[in-house]
């Protein structure tokens, strides 16, 4: 893992390299039961070379403590681990530019489970394992299993902290599916949640 991550701070495969200051490669223990995967590095991330270390990753440390999660035991990276320019979405091209990366990050990890925040990362991913995507307000709440090399590997969906800065209401439904995730990479679900959604409360 540390060879790609030299690798990710060196990586000029797409023009998110000439606006960035640090690419931001996933930070988190090699034995973390759960990975979180952003869409990309935000200003703050950029000017750090560190995931989720503004104002969302602040709000998304929070809800993870509620959820009776701890950052340290964690993998969090990003879709894409460069700054799009003004915080845009990436890119389709940029996406496949990048998505190797996560993939590998993925196949050395092997998580019990893969929780994807927002609706970028949730169909790259989707598309990447292949699982059909529905939208994150029909899949949000839901275990989902896909294949990486030919191993299954389990997926959620929530939305991303960033939204639930601008509507606070949202964070009440990360809580809840980050809760179920903890579950989940526990061992003990609630009954069986795969294609089964755990609340009824989309907005
Ligand atoms: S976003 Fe990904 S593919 Fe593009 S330059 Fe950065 S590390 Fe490379």
Redesign the pocket.
Known sequence: MEGLKEI?RA????R??LGRKN?VPGEGPAWARIVLVGEAPGRQEDEEGRPFVGAAGRLLDSLLREAGLRREELYVTNL???RPPGNRRPRSD?IS??LP?LLSELSALRPALVVALGETAGRSLSQALGIEWRGLGEMRGRKRVGALGGRALALLFTYHPSAALRRRELGDLILKDLTLAAEIARGNPPGDPEDEPHSQDHP
Do not use: D, N, Q
């Not at 990586?11 to 797409?14: A, I, R």
């Open positions: 990710v990586c000029t495969k797409c998110l390299h690419a894409v681990k460069c940029e530019a990048c990366y």
